[in-house]
């Protein structure tokens, strides 16, 4: 009589080292303390200031002593105040100029430099100078180009337009804080085009030209959809950067002539001296989600772009 021997179950064989499945880990403890710090630091400093900002402009809190509840009423009033709405409305258009000169400026700049021409790296140093300069600074030398020495070229050379200061003229004196705001912003957005020009491979242009695309073609078909990303990320950047402008504005115009470039900033900060303090809180909320919603469109326009 035969026995049936039963064979053992077979085991699998062991994967490759570098095929095993690795289960993914969360953070380990060492990095945790090693951020705590940072977002202690974060939460005292900027969420909970921002939270008792948005908190106290829904009261009649002048900063200090009793306050009440007063609900909406900041709000309300606010929309029917022509002096936050004339900020709003120079904030506003102003960055959306600005932003367009930085990176069409910063964007040649950037191909230029990254070009077979000589003396190249060289330049892209000198280019990047204004960034370090603190921009109160670079005001106050506009602001003495502006008011003396370019008028004082006008006459000489009988440019009748430009013989009086442009700072003093309320439809003129925002091109003055567009050019010395992008003169000042062109640097770090002319870095970040400058990585993303580097990071395109030459072969797709050597392979274009095989193909008989001049550069105008390739700039259309090649640079600009690869750079896409870079684009995105300096907009981001420079909008939210000019929607905050004060240094320059304070240099250079103080807010005038009168109050025709006043920013929201300029507002806010003002108010804090009159002692209006929780209507400022409901002006820079309202602020706050005006930057936040553009920041999500243009994030959504870009991404879609991108795609």
Same mark, same amino acid.
């Given at each position: 009589m035969?026995?049936?021997?039963? @064979?053992?179950? !077979?085991? =699998? @064989?062991? #994967?490759? &080292?570098?095929?095993r499945p690795t289960?993914?880990?969360? =953070? &380990?403890?060492?990095?945790?303390?090693f951020l705590l710090p940072t977002l202690i630091a974060f939460t005292l400093c900027i969420v909970l200031p921002a939270i008792m900002? $948005?908190?106290?402009?829904?009261?009649?809190?002048?900063?200090?002593? &009793?306050? &009440?509840? *007063?609900?909406?009423a900041n709000y309300r009033l606010m929309f029917t105040d022509? #002096?936050?709405l004339t900020s709003f409305g120079f904030t506003l258009g102003? /960055? @959306? *100029?600005? *932003?367009? $000169?930085?990176?069409?400026? !910063?964007?040649?700049? !950037?191909?230029?430099?990254?070009?077979?021409?000589?003396?190249?790296?060289?330049?892209? #140093?000198?280019? $990047?100078?204004?960034m370090v300069v603190s921009p109160i600074i670079i005001a106050f030398v506009f602001q003495f180009l502006f008011a003396k020495s370019l008028p004082a070229a006008a006459r000489s050379l009988g440019l009748g337009p430009l013989q009086e200061s442009i700072l003093a003229d309320p439809d003129l004196a925002w091109? /003055?804080? *567009?050019? $010395?705001t992008a003169w000042q912003a062109i640097p770090q957005a002319l870095l970040i085009f400058i990585a993303g020009l580097l990071a395109i491979p030459r072969d797709l242009y050597e392979a274009s030209a095989l193909d008989g695309a001049g550069p105008w073609k390739q700039m259309r078909m090649i640079t600009i959809p690869l750079m896409a990303?870079?684009?995105?990320?300096?907009?981001?950047?420079?909008?939210?950067?000019?929607?905050? !402008?004060?240094d320059i504005i304070v240099g250079l115009t103080d807010g005038g002539p009168g109050t025709a470039t006043r920013s929201v900033a300029m507002t806010i900060f003002s108010g804090f001296e009159t002692g209006d303090y929780a209507y400022q809180m409901a002006t820079a909320t309202m602020f706050f989600l005006i930057t936040l919603a553009i920041a999500l469109v243009q994030l959504r326009f870009m991404r879609g772009k991108e795609q």
């Open positions: 035969s026995t049936l021997i039963k @064979a053992p179950p !077979a085991t =699998p @064989a062991p #994967a490759p &080292d570098g095929l289960r993914r880990r969360g =953070p &380990d403890t060492t990095h945790l303390l900002g $948005v908190f106290f402009s829904f009261t009649n809190s002048v900063g200090y002593g &009793d306050w &009440d509840f *007063v609900g909406l022509p #002096a936050i102003f /960055s @959306a *100029v600005t *932003v367009v $000169v930085t990176n069409v400026l !910063a964007f040649l700049l !950037a191909v230029g430099l990254t070009s077979q021409i000589r003396f190249r790296v060289p330049m892209r #140093a000198i280019f $990047v100078i204004p091109i /003055s804080i *567009v050019v $010395v990303g870079y684009i995105l990320i300096n907009v981001v950047i420079t909008f939210k950067n000019f929607l905050n !402008a004060y």
